[in-house]
């Protein structure tokens, strides 16, 4: 239903206005419009505050529907998504209802607001204050890449709030638009994605209410933020499986129709190849986007390691295969009349935000290390000549030690299993 749903908002309305936004750089309200029409504005909110209870796995469909049209289109959508996820990660049952159903209801935009000047990947570095003063959070600094800045009406955004701290400094704060202090800066002039608004926003002594305070309980915000980012990601991945296959399905027509040496170019084994690779690895990213959604639905063990696993791999392929399919254009693909030049730009960015993909692979290099010591058992079957002083009982006592140490640097406290004699 939902992909059925989306699919008609696609082809209808997001379509045949790509060109226009792409050159003109505006956001889209018509497309807004349409999506929220539609109902899809909702569908990841819980009934209970206004949403068609859907999960994150119909999210994706819904934004890989819209990307499949325009990258711009998907994450004016998805953008929304990753503002709400905090709230409903963090918030309170009021703050649930206060924020959630106006968005639900597509009367609001949401923008999520957690980038800095000088924190982008170190996303714990947060310089943007909130200092509690009375009833009030007074907020002061600068947040970087606000996407739907401007166009959005509530604000989530993350600022320190315990400088002293390590692990509780910062907290999500909800700011609405027109709050006195609070101010739309520099609009980026972008690559792709040009629809969308990306913006700085200034704090200058903001003053927003402390219910406004995502939980109540300030020094929540990283671990918000981290557990938002787990659920959102598949969702970027999403928009990536629909830049890949919008891209592929006009390299497939283009290649169908283009003749050279007297017959088709899609009747070359060259370009039959490349179009099969193309399908394959969409087709590949897609499932692994599904498989991620699902582990987030169900509240999975691993959800950050398959969020991020699928954010790389969907945003790596979608950059592979908009390149592919602008190299079947041949010259024509490079050009501005021809719609297949904007997919490999609006692809690139998938490969950067909401964590760039150098840090996604971090985040599976650790859920990797962390597996790994669960399974001792296989040093069993590893021949001991290169197990170094494996049955000397001080040489196994050093290699736990160091290896406790070099876990507990990556991972923080865990319990370490000795080595098998
Ligand atoms: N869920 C819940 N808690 C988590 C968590 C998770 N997935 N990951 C870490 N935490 C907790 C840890 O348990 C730890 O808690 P304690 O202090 O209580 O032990 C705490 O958070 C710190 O964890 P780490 O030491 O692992 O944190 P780190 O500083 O090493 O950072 C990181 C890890 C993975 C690099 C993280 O900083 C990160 O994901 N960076 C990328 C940020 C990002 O994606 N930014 C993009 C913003 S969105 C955007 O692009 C704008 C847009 O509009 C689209």
Known sequence: M????????AEKVVRPLAAKY????EYPWEIKEAIAKAGLMGVWIPEEYGGAGGGVIDLCICVEELSGACGGGGV?????????????????????HRFLRPIAKGEKLISFGLSEKFAGSDAASLRATAVKDGDSYVLNGEKKWNTNGGAADIYTVFAVTDPASKSRRT????????????????VEDKMGIRCVPVVEIHFENCRVPAK?????????????AMATLDKARPGVAAQAVGLAQGALEYAMVYAGYREQFGAPISSFQMIQAMLADMATKTEAARNLVYVAALAVDTAAPNVSKLSAMCKLFATDTAMEVTTDAVQIFGGYGYMRDYPIEKYMRDAKITQIYEGTNQVQRMVVARSLVK???????????????????VNDPETLKRLAEESKRLAEETLGSVDVPTHNA
Do not use: C
């Not at 939902?2 to 908002?9: D, F, H, I």
């Not at 790994?372 to 170094?388: A, C, N, W």
């Open 22 to 25: 792409d050159r003109e750089q």
């Open 171 to 186: 907290s999500a704060i909800m700011v609405e638009m027109g709050t006195p202090g609070f101010r739309i800066g520099k």
């Open 76 to 96: 004016l959508y998805a953008v929304i998504v990753l503002g709400t996820f905090p709230v409903l990660v963090g918030g309170t049952e009021e703050q649930k």
């Open 371 to 389: 597996e790994s010591l669960g399974l001792k058992h296989l040093l069993d079957f590893i021949p001991k000549e290169i197990q170094k002083g």
């Open 212 to 224: 406004n305070l995502l939980g109540e309980v300030p020094g929540m915000g990283f671990k918000h």
């Open 2 to 9: 939902w992909r059925e749903r989306a699919r008609n908002v």
